[in-house]
């Protein structure tokens, strides 16, 4: 039922194959991508070379990860503004467990425990206790920052092994390591949302909870499991911050939540929930990405920037809004 | 659906592909060859631009870039060690000459001075140092000259004689160790002068009043009071007052922080050591230059320390 919805609203029966594409969320924003990659290439000529393509992905992936762990939250009509702080926890975790000297494996598990158990305490608070996404988010965000701050002991811990530093900074062929990782996500998010009955529920869910309850959906499994995925995607995505920088910050993630936010809103899902998708969010997260590297290229100072990004995400919201109402 | 999709990325593909040759044909005949690369083009990683220390640090390094005819380019990381190393990769895309950091944390600035290192730029670091990678040379304040400054201001204020007090900071920190030697070495030149009292008061205010509390209590006779940063100074500050003694005693500080600076303008404080990033920033600025017309550089710069007495305060 909401399947139908989110991809082709008005998608008539006669409608020619073109149409359908004009209609699809993903193909406004992904021109909305390719306008400003335009604009940036006429502007700056080290913009369209291969090796800053690269960086942009691979400085996007961090909050790609972030962003399609969030997708799944705001499809189901929740909000997790915990995550940059439980990025935190998990980079740090497997830090310690690393410089204590474990094997790396065990550390990366480590570490998306930790995570995942965050998100998975989220999830069934929200769930069992019926008590608001954003409140109990919000705690967490404050909670896992402490935890954090607690276990660093306020200090970043550094140095790890080759193999390690190989996760977020390490290339296969001319390919970064960080944008497989973010290949390899992609494909599974796309799957489980597109293609497994979980992922239908979820959009079910974000469409309408009581419907979905009624039809027979256990609401409150998927509302913990969706949580928990939000969580694991921050720690993923902590973990291989941590590798980048051959060090896990105690500050690390701080305001990220709402980077990944916007990626997920500019990508064309609703925050109400029931409708867009995991593309649309990468695209969203390349907009994000595009743009702060765009800026750096240009010279453009930080202060700028930051009204710069807002601008464009208020604008992609406004021109979204505009499009359906038009529909 | 499948096809929709698949359809909207051959044809994102398509454009892009386009694109791309067509702009690369238009770098290629583009008229943009020559002059503008004889200029020096360096990037500067700053930490933070929230903070004035740092503000002051980014514009010594515009004012030197301007006069000498180098075009800088400014990155500001936000105090995000992760939003700092992808801001130094968009630097090194640019193909800058020298690479000048101001490092948001030493260990987590290494993966970016090593990306650095690879394409052949030379790196200089400024105020807080790289832990790994090679850099060329490091620019930070001069704390051992700080402290024979605040001596030799000492001396000079008590005539050369007289007993006074050391406030240090945290063991095994940098700045007590270096401020400190300082100091003691400035010190040492008058033999009329003696240190009566060393305690440590981890550069905390509530801490530089306790111990300076007690110090008061064990001698009756203090000159004066050099504390290893303003904070200590301050609470030895209260100290002093509350026991009606700070009129007889000079106060000097280190840091020059607002509180301390008020301090001096209400006649409390007598002196401060202030560092001096704008001319961090400036010497970052002169070292590439340096670097670009390879003449060989040591490890390390001092940058001059300043001393703030109630003639100069601002």
Same mark, same amino acid.
């Given at each position: ?48 070379? *291969? ?27 929740? /909000?997790?503004? &915990? *995550?940059?702080?439980? $990025?935190?926890? =998990? ?8 410089? &204590? ?24 608070? /929200? ?12 705690? $967490? ?30 290339? *296969? ?18 799957? *489980? ?24 959906? #256990?609401?409150?499994?998927? #509302? ?8 694991? $995607?921050?720690?993923?995505?902590? /973990? ?7 060090? =896990? ?13 916007? =990626? ?36 453009? &100072? ?6 710069? #990004? ?18 | ?50 903070? @004035? ?16 005819? +180098?075009?800088?380019? +400014?990155?500001?990381?936000?105090? !995000? ?8 990769? !968009?630097?090194?895309? %640019? ?7 101001? @490092? +948001? ?20 670091? +400024? ?50 160790? !270096? ?24 550069? !905390? ?71 001096? @990033? ?19 550089? %040591?490890?390390?710069? @001092? ?6 007495? %109630?003639?100069?305060?601002?």
């Amino acid at each position: 039922m909401s399947q139908q919805s989110q991809e082709q609203p008005q998608a008539g029966v006669g409608a020619t194959l073109l149409e359908k594409i004009k209609s699809a969320t993903q193909f406004k924003t992904g021109l909305g991508l390719l306008g400003i990659i335009v604009v940036l290439s006429l502007s700056s000529e080290y913009f369209l070379t *291969v090796t800053n393509l690269f960086n942009i992905v691979t400085q996007t992936s961090i909050n790609a990860l972030l962003a399609f762990g969030m997708t799944f939250v705001i499809l189901s009509g929740g /909000i997790d503004l &915990s *995550v940059g702080s439980v $990025m935190a926890v =998990a980079s740090a975790v497997t830090a310690g467990l690393l410089t &204590s000297g474990m094997n790396m494996v065990i550390a990366i598990i480590g570490g998306l425990i930790a995570g995942t158990g965050l998100g998975l305490f989220n999830g069934l608070v /929200i769930s069992r206790l019926a008590m608001p996404a954003f409140i109990v988010t919000l705690a $967490m965000k404050s909670i896992a920052r402490g935890l954090t701050l607690i276990y660093t002991d306020g200090r970043p811990i550094s140095g790890f092994n080759d193999a390690f530093q190989f996760l977020g900074g390490g290339k *296969v062929g001319p390919i970064p390591v960080p944008v497989i990782i973010l290949v390899i996500v992609l494909t599974i998010c796309y799957i *489980v949302l597109k293609k497994t009955p979980f992922g239908r529920y979820v959009y079910a869910i974000g469409g309408s909870e009581e419907a979905a309850e009624l039809s027979g959906i #256990k609401t409150k499994v998927i #509302k913990t499991t969706v949580f928990a995925i939000s969580g694991f $995607m921050a720690s993923l995505s902590g /973990i291989v911050l941590a590798s980048r920088l051959n060090s =896990a910050q105690p500050t690390a993630g701080t305001g990220y939540e709402l980077d990944a936010i916007a =990626a997920v809103v500019l990508g064309g899902t609703s925050l109400t929930g029931g409708r867009g998708g995991i593309t649309g969010t990468l695209i969203g997260a390349l907009i994000m990405g595009v743009i702060n590297n765009g800026l750096n290229l240009l010279n453009v &100072s930080s202060f700028y920037q930051l009204v710069a #990004k807002g601008t464009v995400i208020l604008l992609a919201i406004y021109l979204d809004r505009r499009s359906k109402q038009a529909a | 659906m499948f096809k929709k999709k698949s359809l909207i990325l051959s044809l994102a593909f398509l454009l892009v592909l386009t694109l791309s040759v067509n702009a690369g044909a238009f770098w290629i005949f583009g008229d943009d060859d020559g002059q503008e690369k004889e200029k020096l083009t360096v990037g500067f990683a700053v930490s933070t631009q929230n903070n @004035p220390f740092f503000v002051d640090m980014k514009k010594g390094a515009e004012k030197r870039a301007e006069e000498m005819g +180098v075009e800088l380019m +400014v990155a500001d990381a936000q105090n !995000d060690a992760a939003k700092q190393l992808n801001s130094i990769q !968009d630097l090194l895309v %640019k193909q800058i000459d020298v690479l000048v950091i101001n @490092p +948001v944390n030493g260990d987590a600035i290494a993966p970016a001075v090593k990306s650095a290192n690879d394409q052949g730029v030379p790196v200089i670091t +400024v105020d807080r140092s790289a832990s790994d990678g090679k850099v060329v040379t490091h620019i930070a304040s001069d704390n051992v000259k700080g402290g024979e400054m605040a001596a030799e201001y000492m001396a000079k204020q008590l005539g050369e004689e007289g007993k006074v007090v050391e406030l240090a900071g945290i063991p095994g920190t940098s700045a007590a160790r !270096d401020r400190g030697e300082g100091f003691n070495n400035g010190i040492e030149q008058y033999d009329e002068i003696s240190v009566i009292a060393r305690q440590p008061a981890g550069f !905390d205010r509530a801490k530089g009043m306790t111990v300076m509390e007690n110090i008061l209590q064990a001698h009756q006779e203090i000159d004066a009071v050099f504390a290893h940063n303003d904070s200590m100074a301050l609470g030895a500050v209260e100290a002093l007052k509350s026991a009606g003694r700070l009129d007889s005693t000079l106060v000097v500080g280190f840091d020059a922080i607002d509180d301390a600076l008020t301090a001096i303008k209400d006649g409390e404080m007598n002196a401060t050591i202030a560092q001096q @990033p704008s001319l961090m920033g400036e010497m970052a600025i002169e070292k590439a230059q340096t670097i670009a017309n390879d003449k060989d550089l %040591k490890d390390y710069y @001092p940058a001059k320390l300043k001393l703030i007495t %109630k003639d100069n305060v601002q």
